[in-house]
């Protein structure tokens, strides 16, 4: 090849990598799969575009927004059905919920990655409603672990990664915008349905507040249904399940092991913070209110960093939103004592949290092929299916090794997440060393 034709083609690439939505440089070879499509090829708008994204609000108000409020089951739990279990044993029905929920992540992106998101949407709509209502008359603890813990998380992992994966597909340069306001809709549901929750487990009973709950599921998924599209129209169901390459990908494989340490201590807030309050002289009435505080900051740390990394870049909002997570876990949490400070804590660590739920996605899809999206996605949610599994009932063993100390939880919580975003930095600075670049 001649002087003239190695630059024409030096050019030609150097005009595809300047018309991606990253800064890229030349040693990131990592970063080839996320420019197989040009700006163009995506519409970032239009009717079926943000009718995806209201449809995806929904179904993660109604699927996720009952995951992130555990917490209010934990407690009543802890004073009714299972007053005779320890903590950490009841515990383990939201670590098993998690565990489902995340493990089967692989499985369903790489079906919605061969088939699209209708068929799951409606399986996933079905399950959740039928685990809800098997859910509202269970009495004992294995009728809880197989109903809750395991259908209804089948329900919600099958409800949750088509949507956001249906998304990815239609947005590029807003797509961190359009996915927080996607997932602005499983913090609106942690706000909603603890109170809901508080509010018509004594006036209607366990029983009823659980199929209110499942009926409310059936609607709002039938809408998402109907809504959410995804733009790729041809299948993909003769390639393999699995490409090894997926792991061989170095950001790939940092990504994943922050979000291991991440998961660990990201759920045991949210799982204790209402049984925490009340050990703090809190009333049982006013501690359920404490989660609501938690998942409302959650709202908005989903779309506030989210626009921010649209601009900025998304690892670089990621990256201090996971550090200030468990920073303020080891310095806000641990001295937490007074309504007032618990609620603050709960804002606060709602906020920053809900940013690296709501970023973590963009930033894989970034370094992903278009057709990759669904498995990689599923791919990162499977394997933090363990230690997210493990986080609330090892914090409940330490709980009550520690006569019931919470330090010890608040601390092995705060440096698992400290020590996960090391890793997001570590991902971070492999795809460009300077901090000024747009990542």
């Known amino acids: 090849m001649t002087d003239n034709e190695k630059q024409s083609t030096k050019e030609s690439v150097g005009g595809v990598l300047s018309n991606s939505s990253v800064t890229v440089v030349d040693d990131c070879p990592s970063l080839a799969p996320s420019i197989v499509e040009d700006d163009s090829s995506f519409p970032d708008g239009g009717a079926a575009a943000w009718l995806t994204v209201f449809g995806a609000f929904l179904a993660l108000f109604c699927s996720f927004g009952q995951l992130n409020s555990f917490g209010t089951f934990q407690t009543w739990y802890a004073e009714h059905q299972l007053s005779h279990f320890a903590p950490s044993s009841i515990a383990w029905i939201g670590s098993l919920q998690l565990w489902v929920f995340f493990f089967l992540g692989a499985f369903i992106g790489r079906l919605f990655d061969a088939y699209g998101p209708r068929l799951l949407l409606l399986f996933g709509s079905l399950i959740l409603v039928f685990g809800t209502m098997m859910t509202s008359i269970s009495t004992q603890y294995y009728q809880f672990i197989l109903a809750q813990g395991s259908l209804v998380a089948i329900g919600i992992g ?93 950001p790939f494989r940092l990504v994943i092991l922050g979000s291991i340490f991440i998961s660990f201590g990201l759920f045991i807030p949210s799982f204790y913070i209402v049984d925490y ?80 739920n709501a970023l973590v996605i963009p930033c894989v ?75």
């Open 158 to 250: 099958t409800v949750f990664y088509p949507s956001l994966a249906a998304i990815s597909t239609h947005f590029k340069r807003y797509r961190s915008t359009a996915l927080g306001i996607a997932f602005a809709g499983s913090g609106l549901g942690g706000v909603v349905y603890p109170i809901i929750y508080q509010q018509l487990f004594n006036r209607v009973g366990f029983a009823w507040t659980v199929r209110i709950s499942g009926f409310v599921s059936l609607a709002l998924c039938g809408v998402a249904v109907g809504t959410i599209t995804t733009r790729l129209s041809k299948p993909q169901g003769d390639a393999p399940w699995f490409n090894k390459d997926i792991i061989r990908d170095a």
């Open 277 to 356: 309050s009340t050990a703090h002289g809190i009333s049982p009435q006013t501690a359920f209110y404490v989660l609501s505080v938690m998942n409302a900051g959650g709202i908005l740390g989903r779309l506030a960093p989210a626009c921010l990394a649209d601009a900025l870049g998304r690892f670089n909002i990621l990256v201090p939103c996971a550090f200030l997570t468990g920073l303020s876990v080891l310095l806000f949490w641990t001295f937490a004592r007074t309504l007032t400070a618990v609620m603050l804590f709960a804002a606060v660590y709602g906020f920053f949290s809900g940013a690296f």
């Open 365 to 439: 899809v970034q370094i992903s092929g278009v057709r990759e999206y669904g498995t990689r996605i599923g791919v990162l949610y499977s394997i933090i299916s363990f230690p997210a599994l493990c986080g609330g009932p090892v914090a409940g063993a330490i709980l009550k090794a520690d006569g019931g100390s919470y330090l010890g939880m608040i601390m092995l919580a705060g440096a698992t997440i400290l020590a996960g975003s090391l890793f997001m930095l570590w991902a971070r600075l492999t795809l460009a060393r300077r901090l000024s670049d747009r990542i």
